[in-house]
């Protein structure tokens, strides 16, 4: 267990060390911590290969008061923490709006970069636009941080259920509920980045490969950003899952060695 100490709070991160060249960078969801990356973990140390989890700014271990939210500050704390674990070559694997931190911080990460996982990807977009018909409207993410104050257990465990495919175990849904009660109460100021997230210039400016990964059964994440995000970047390939928003959580063993032949296919 370690931290990133910054000017206003700390950022808890985990470094599992390896002496393979890639090491996996874990960003999770938005509310969620770096324990739903176990079983990620476990997969990627079975095979040799190193991984860093990160609690963002707000969730899991991480201090909860920081005033900037923003993904492109929790996408700084990466970078940070990524040259504070001194590894010369990562691979960011980003899980819903941790997809957008992980687009973010490839960007600042440059050369450092050798691959980019989008997992149930908040990213290029979220919403909708003129120009981009997939996702939710920005007045629904805008309503979100009043549903939250109104009636917080209630909709956290609305979010709970949605998080996965219908009928998914319910002791993972208990455990994501879980996990947005714990978020701290500025985690919701995160989410209205997404209302005018537009990161295609990015995503399509990377030479290195990006593998999309999405649930066909996505209710939080329309499941055709997944095959857009692919098609955006100049190295895109798209995996599709019989899952909800969650494939790393609801098919691990799938999940896990999609990663694993992503890793080794950079070698």
């Given at each position: 267990?370690?931290f990133?100490?910054?000017?206003?709070?700390r950022?808890?991160?985990?470094?599992?060390?390896s002496d393979?060249?890639?090491?996996?960078?874990?960003?999770?969801g938005?509310?969620?911590?770096?324990?739903?990356?176990?079983?990620a973990?476990?997969?990627?140390?079975?095979?040799?290969?190193?991984?860093?989890?990160?609690?963002?700014?707000?969730?899991g271990r991480?201090?909860r008061?920081?005033r900037?939210m923003?993904?492109?500050?929790?996408?700084?704390?990466?970078?940070?923490?990524?040259?504070?674990?001194s590894?010369?070559?990562?691979?960011?694997?980003?899980?819903?709006?941790?997809?957008?931190?992980?687009?973010?911080?490839?960007?600042?990460?440059?050369?450092?970069?050798?691959?980019?996982v989008?997992?149930?990807?908040?990213?290029?977009?979220?919403?909708?636009?003129d120009?981009?018909?997939?996702?939710g409207?920005?007045?629904?993410?805008?309503?979100?941080?009043?549903?939250?104050?109104?009636?917080?257990?209630?909709?956290?465990?609305?979010l709970?259920?949605?998080?996965?495919?219908?009928?998914?175990?319910p002791?993972?849904?208990?455990?994501?509920?879980?996990?947005?009660?714990?978020?701290?109460?500025?985690?919701?100021?995160?989410?209205?980045?997404?209302?005018?997230?537009?990161?295609r210039?990015?995503?399509?400016?990377?030479a290195?490969?990006v593998?999309?990964?999405?649930g066909?059964?996505?209710?939080?994440?329309d499941?055709?950003?997944?095959?857009?995000?692919?098609?955006?970047?100049?190295?895109?390939?798209?995996?599709?899952?019989?899952?909800?928003?969650?494939?790393?959580?609801?098919?691990?063993?799938r999940?896990?060695?999609?990663?694993?032949?992503?890793?080794?296919?950079?070698?």
């Amino acid at each position: 267990m370690a931290f990133l100490e910054t000017d206003v709070g700390r950022i808890h991160y985990d470094h599992y060390r390896s002496d393979r060249a890639a090491t996996m960078v874990l960003i999770h969801g938005w509310g969620m911590s770096g324990e739903f990356w176990n079983s990620a973990v476990e997969a990627l140390a079975a095979t040799g290969y190193g991984a860093i989890v990160i609690d963002h700014r707000g969730c899991g271990r991480s201090d909860r008061a920081f005033r900037d939210m923003s993904i492109d500050a929790i996408a700084a704390d990466v970078a940070a923490i990524v040259g504070q674990c001194s590894v010369d070559q990562v691979v960011l694997n980003g899980w819903s709006l941790g997809a957008a931190i992980a687009v973010a911080a490839a960007s600042r990460l440059g050369a450092k970069v050798a691959g980019l996982v989008l997992t149930c990807g908040a990213t290029p977009r979220y919403t909708q636009a003129d120009d981009f018909p997939h996702g939710g409207k920005p007045e629904d993410v805008l309503a979100i941080a009043g549903a939250i104050t109104a009636d917080r257990p209630g909709f956290f465990r609305m979010l709970a259920q949605g998080a996965a495919a219908e009928g998914a175990n319910p002791a993972l849904t208990d455990w994501f509920e879980r996990a947005f009660l714990a978020s701290g109460p500025r985690a919701s100021q995160t989410l209205m980045d997404l209302v005018t997230l537009d990161q295609r210039d990015i995503l399509s400016s990377f030479a290195f490969p990006v593998l999309s990964i999405g649930g066909k059964k996505d209710g939080i994440a329309d499941p055709a950003i997944a095959g857009f995000a692919a098609n955006c970047a100049r190295n895109g390939k798209v995996l599709m899952f019989e899952t909800g928003h969650s494939p790393h959580l609801e098919d691990p063993a799938r999940y896990n060695a999609a990663i694993i032949e992503f890793m080794e296919s950079l070698a």
